[in-house]
């Protein structure tokens, strides 16, 4: 059973910072590609950030370049995304994915609150 667990997220400041865990149980890890996505209330799910499963790959959302991180642990099996720099428009629900060809996988997702 393919199992993706966030937790991380909570309430920060303004120009604080988190940082979020994925931890991934179930699948070939490092054969994954693995992203952050978030969704905030009445909006879509967007992509903030993306670690490829081959070669150090990333891609950022233009929201949120210089400011957060994706790295990825394979001996752990874990994706990670630090947050710096918070601002309230950052405030959404926070999921991790993995995916490979056809296969993708979500967590249930963890909350980010940023208070101005």
């Known amino acids: 059973q393919v199992q993706l667990v966030e937790s991380g997220g909570g309430l920060v400041q303004s120009g604080g910072s988190l940082r979020l865990s994925c931890v991934v149980s179930?699948?070939?890890?490092?054969?994954?590609?693995m992203s952050w996505y978030r969704q905030a209330p009445g909006k879509e799910r967007e992509l903030v950030a993306h670690?490829?499963?081959?070669?150090?790959?990333?891609v950022y959302a233009d929201s949120v370049k210089g400011r957060f991180t994706i790295s990825r642990d394979n001996a752990k099996n874990t994706v990670y995304l630090q947050m710096n720099s918070l601002k309230p428009e950052d405030t959404a629900v926070y999921y991790c994915?993995?995916?490979?060809?056809?296969?993708?996988?979500w967590g249930q997702g963890t909350q980010v609150t940023v208070s101005s």
């Open positions: 994915k993995a995916a490979r060809t056809s296969a993708i996988y």
């Open positions: 670690f490829s499963s081959f070669g150090p790959n990333t």
């Open positions: 179930g699948l070939a890890f490092s054969l994954y590609a």
